[in-house]
């Protein structure tokens, strides 16, 4: 597993992005990575492996698996912010409740505890924080390097969503075609994936979108991809997908609605705002493509012409 610090650099040396302030327990093992002993950096490494199963266990347990004792993981906890081991497996239980659960259990949970407000008061209110929250979050800088690896028009640039996000990945793929070459969505069905993992090169990209409840298929592909030397992108919630396992570049947005589904709305901010940088960034080469792109709508009257 690799560890996240704040400068967004990986254990390994590679430099890999991500937004790392503390709202997790991965986010606060990461935010105190350099303040561990050998034994305890050995244990994080351990719990962060198969996050957050890998802390479910008893301290016993925990502790055996990473080759520790079971004082090391009293102390880490501690060090940590916990009062102790029981908190920090509280708060472990309420992320994974968090990440499993299905829409009727998600809008029980807020049915039970809405203001008596109008809906649209309370969406808006939730959506406002959700986008406060991400951007306080958000990194410009790893924001500018995702930016900058989409405008690189050598490598293709593949997008891939789930059942609901994939929504978002064509809107994606639909305008990052227009502004370069060499874009590719990919297909529903992981039967279908072969064939596109077959096409990827060296410093190609793939671009994945996964929230909650995560799609088991979609790490599979992340890790397959990031083997063959393509570099993935993945756009998810304040719990992370398995898919950062295999991501360079991790952009986490806030999803909470009061719904029983989960807001897209900050998604696509993040989206559209990334549409504009590499748009930016290309604006000569993606200005004669938008040319010749009017060029064809007048000649196929897609659209409806002024009187």
Request: hydrophobic fraction near 40%; proline fraction near 3%; charge should be neutral.
């Amino acid at each position: 597993m690799l560890i996240y610090d704040r400068a967004g650099a990986d254990r390994k040396g590679n430099e890999k992005s991500v937004s790392t302030r503390a709202r997790t327990v991965s986010d606060v093992i990461r935010a105190h990575y350099d303040t561990l002993t050998p034994s305890e950096k050995k244990l994080a490494e351990s719990l962060l492996d198969n996050y957050p199963v890998s802390g479910l266990g008893s301290i016993t347990t925990v502790a055996d698996n990473a080759s520790v004792s079971t004082p090391t993981v009293a102390r880490m906890v501690q060090k940590l912010g916990y009062k102790g081991y029981a908190e920090f497996q509280t708060h472990l239980h309420q992320e994974l409740e968090a990440t499993i659960s299905n829409p009727i259990a998600k809008h029980d949970r807020w049915a039970a505890n809405a203001p008596g407000t109008h809906i649209l008061n309370r969406f808006a209110e939730a959506v406002m924080n959700n986008m406060r929250e991400t951007l306080s979050d958000l990194d410009p800088v790893a924001f500018d390097a995702v930016a900058a690896l989409l405008a690189e028009r050598k490598h293709h640039v593949y997008f891939l969503g789930g059942r609901i996000t994939r929504a978002l990945a064509e809107y994606f793929f639909t305008h990052m075609q227009v502004i370069r070459q060499n874009t590719t969505l990919i297909a529903s069905g992981s039967n279908a994936w072969p064939q596109y993992v077959m096409n990827m090169n060296p410093g190609d990209v793939l671009v994945i979108f996964d929230i909650r409840r995560y799609e088991l298929e979609m790490a599979t592909l992340a890790e397959i991809a990031e083997t063959r030397g393509v570099t993935v992108v993945l756009l998810t919630d304040l719990w992370t997908s398995p898919v950062a396992r295999h991501a360079r570049h991790i952009i986490r947005v806030q999803i909470e609605a009061p719904s029983a589904w989960d807001s897209s709305v900050v998604s696509l901010f993040v989206v559209e705002a990334l549409i504009e940088a590499v748009q930016t960034l290309t604006w000569d080469e993606t200005r004669e493509r938008m040319k010749t792109l009017e060029g064809l709508f007048e000649q196929t009257r897609l659209f409806r012409r002024r009187a």
